[in-house]
């Protein structure tokens, strides 16, 4: 996985605590991150219905739905795609014993296990929102609201 979901995650969580439109440039410097890779990911988040994006000198990015309404994996997906993590090469066709016309992805067990595995991530991560990672963070730092608050008036 990429380091722009990481990035999107968190900034995502950021925006949620704040009511106006935040910059790339005041976003990636929160964090010290390079502001023409993460736009990439901010844009793909607004491709994906996550964030809005209003230009202008008061412009910049924010939560496009209620915190409640975004799952990790939307997040996730806007930045990585849907496709699976693992992708079955069909080796064992190649290997003693293939069978003309088998579909290895459908027989082989790694295939199968790991096809398991993806998908009890993503039934995780879509059963988490960006609300409950929130709820989460403010219970351990209640401090972590305002503190992002008064950072991205210090970085504007």
């Not at 990636?28 to 000198?57: C, D």
């Not at 398991?116 to 039934?123: S, T």
Request: aromatic share 6%; with cysteine.
């Amino acid at each position: 996985m990429s380091q722009g979901v990481e990035w999107a995650l968190h900034t995502c969580l950021n925006l949620s605590w704040l009511d106006t439109p935040v910059p790339t440039s005041t976003l990636a410097a929160f964090y010290e991150l390079p502001p023409a890779y993460l736009n990439k990911q901010l844009q793909a988040l607004v491709r994906a219905g996550i964030l809005t994006s209003t230009s202008g000198p008061r412009g910049g990015f924010r939560l496009a739905r209620a915190p409640g309404a975004v799952s990790l994996l939307d997040i996730v997906t806007a930045i990585e795609g849907p496709e699976e993590l693992f992708q079955c090469d069909q080796i064992l066709s190649k290997g003693p014993g293939e069978h003309v016309g088998v579909d290895y992805r459908q027989s082989c067990a790694f295939a199968q296990a790991m096809r398991g595995a993806d998908l009890a991530w993503r039934r995780e991560l879509a059963g988490k929102t960006v609300a409950d990672v929130r709820a989460d963070v403010e219970h351990r730092h209640p401090e972590a609201p305002a503190d992002t608050r008064a950072r991205i008036v210090e970085l504007r």
